[in-house]
């Protein structure tokens, strides 16, 4: 059985040099406003997430927490998983492989989010902006870098 997955990229946040570090760079509020109408749009599209798995930084957690309240999702069942804050292609892919559902939301950084949208569903060559998000159907319930998918739908913000 094949598994949806929603690459999605978290919503606009303040610079680098406007907090101590970027761990905790927080959602501006066009991100959250971004993030909010991503996430309306991916439930318009009957892309309803059963899992949602993010990045532990404060804007992937507060990009995350947003969509969640859209797909009437509990916050406090959202995943955490410190390896996608800087993580590479292998870890987002070994992240999705240890989750037992069919749909599943990915709240990441880039490059990661354009890379892995690009490689699997030929989106976002010329970039992936905050906010954007990528839904594509794998063939196979386990994914690697050889799996092969269909876009199911893609928006990328300016």
Not at 46 to 73: C, K, V, W
Not at 74 to 97: K, S
Not at 106 to 129: D, R, S, T, W, Y
Request: proline share 4%; net charge negative.
């Amino acid at each position: 059985m094949g598994k949806t997955v929603i690459f999605m990229r978290h919503g606009k946040a303040t610079y680098a040099e406007d907090v101590f570090n970027d761990f905790e760079r927080p959602l501006v509020a066009r991100g959250r406003q971004e993030a909010k109408q991503t996430a309306v749009l991916l439930k318009e599209n009957n892309l309803i997430p059963e899992m949602i798995l993010s990045s532990p930084a404060t804007r992937t957690a507060g990009t995350a927490q947003i969509a969640a309240h859209i797909f009437d999702y509990l916050a406090e069942q959202i995943v955490y998983h410190a390896p996608l804050y800087m993580g590479r292609t292998h870890e987002y892919i070994d992240a999705i492989n240890n989750l037992k559902a069919n749909c599943i939301l990915i709240v990441g950084h880039n490059p990661e989010m354009q890379a892995l949208a690009f490689h699997f569903g030929k989106v976002g060559q010329a970039g992936f902006p905050t906010s954007s998000a990528v839904a594509l159907q794998f063939e196979d319930g386990i994914i690697s870098v050889q799996s092969k998918a269909v876009v199911l739908g893609e928006w990328l913000r300016e």
